[in-house]
């Protein structure tokens, strides 16, 4: 779709087929995601990467059944249902030594290395040219963009950053300020162990703790997740879900030490660790000539940490929009991409999901237990909506309104309290909420 628009520049060398449709800089999960897409609809598209096909390390986990509210493109739905690695049929949350609860929902994990390699071979199979180049300066010209890398020069009609958060090729603002999920992980070698955990069970937040070393798990909160893999392995991790707070990850390596004392696996053997360090929050990218994609488009849910559903929810759509305005002109397109990228709905929500945001990052560890103990007693239906992302503002509200019900009278004071930064939110999510129940 591109046309020619050479032309001598004092920067850079062009190098050769300089000219693309789209430039994605960035090639994790969210930039192979859109990139594939974009191929699939026949733009032709490089993916510049300064470490390109460096290997993906992460885990990415995903309620099962949010992959079919998404609904890719086949060849991109099956794809990734090919690189589920495993399913656990029922999560737990452990708030204390006495309160459990089930959640009766599939939880799966990718194969990081799998999904890395399919999506790259998807890549190739579609003409995309993926090639290592660290961009410097991205200039706007009014048709097209200039890519700058050290040693080369590109030009693209689009050009679309996903090279994580608070990319360096965006402006953000200051306000709000974001917080950070830290957690340090390891894989345990536990063929020699009894392990309290089965394979089809999964444990999404154990915020249980020996209870003479009490106060070392008070500030910041943080819970056990647990990965059963294999009969053999398991993956454990300490997580702190939301702070503000510097945290070194040795604090963490303490904690988690200190958990698996209690399960009688302190001398199991450690086959590989995570560190993991997630901005959540935070301001969305200032709207202009180059598009953002997966975290620098801040697709992080603030809440939650996830990220990687929203990518594969939101591509079909970015790249539809690209291909109804192609014919306008550069800014009109990059204009209605922006649309396309974060919609009304979406951003609405996110004033509520900084609220709740907002409120975990200053909470103690009583204090935490006892909101997710309301925000667990909600409808099955409400928690899904909220921790997915995907939910309509009416929605959303309806859950946190369902959690401030179910709270008890010091945490509905807390969430008031806390809720100083973002009074609108507040009453959008309750006061709004209480609205809609009177007239229906």
Avoid at 127 to 141: A, C, F, P
């Amino acid at each position: 779709m591109q046309q020619s628009t050479d032309k001598t520049l004092e920067q850079g060398v062009y190098c050769r087929e300089s000219n693309w449709d789209i430039v994605v800089i960035g090639d994790g999960p969210s930039g192979l995601i859109i990139a594939n897409q974009c191929a699939l609809s026949d733009f032709k598209v490089l993916v510049l990467s300064k470490d390109n096909g460096k290997k993906w390390t992460n885990n990415y986990c995903f309620w099962k059944s949010e992959l079919d509210v998404v609904r890719p493109p086949k060849p991109m739905q099956n794809l990734f249902n090919e690189c589920i690695e495993m399913v656990w049929n029922t999560a737990q949350v452990h708030l204390r030594n006495t309160t459990r609860v089930d959640i009766d929902a599939p939880f799966a994990k990718f194969d990081s290395l799998k999904l890395q390699q399919h999506l790259q071979e998807l890549a190739t199979e579609s003409g995309i040219q993926l090639q290592t180049g660290e961009v410097t300066t991205i200039e706007q010209l009014p048709s097209h963009s200039v890519v700058h890398t050290v040693n080369c020069t590109y030009t693209a009609r689009v050009v679309i950053a996903a090279n994580g958060s608070s990319s360096n090729l965006l402006q953000y603002s200051t306000f709000p300020k974001p917080g950070y999920q830290i957690a340090y992980g390891q894989v345990l070698d536990v063929s020699n162990f009894d392990i309290p955990w089965t394979l089809d069970t999964m444990s999404f937040m154990d915020f249980r703790f020996p209870t003479k070393h009490h106060k070392f798990f008070q500030s910041p909160p943080s819970f056990l997740y647990v990965l059963p893999l294999s009969t053999s392995q398991v993956f454990l991790e300490e997580t702190i879900l939301a702070t503000r707070e510097s945290v070194d990850f040795e604090m963490l390596k303490e904690r988690l030490q200190l958990r698996k004392e209690t399960f009688g696996l302190g001398d199991a053997p450690v086959l590989d660790q995570e560190f993991c360090r997630i901005e959540m929050g935070g301001s969305l990218p200032k709207t202009g000539r180059t598009l953002a994609f997966g975290a620098s488009a801040g697709f992080t849910h603030p809440v939650t940490g996830f990220q990687i559903l929203r990518s594969i929810y939101t591509a079909p759509r970015l790249v539809a929009t690209l291909k109804e305005h192609w014919s306008a002109d550069t800014e009109t397109l990059c204009t209605e991409a922006w649309k396309a990228i974060w919609n009304d709905t979406e951003r609405r929500n996110r004033k509520l999901y900084l609220l709740g945001l907002d409120m975990i990052v200053r909470f103690n560890l009583r204090e935490t237990q006892n909101f997710f103990e309301a925000f667990f007693k909600s409808s099955p239906e409400a928690r899904a909506s909220f921790l997915s992302g995907f939910g309509s503002t009416q929605a959303v509200q309806s859950s946190m309104w369902e959690t401030f019900k179910h709270a008890d009278w010091t945490t509905r004071a807390k969430i008031v309290q806390h809720s100083s930064q973002h009074p609108t939110a507040l009453f959008s999510a309750l006061f709004d909420q209480l609205s809609n129940l009177e007239t229906s």
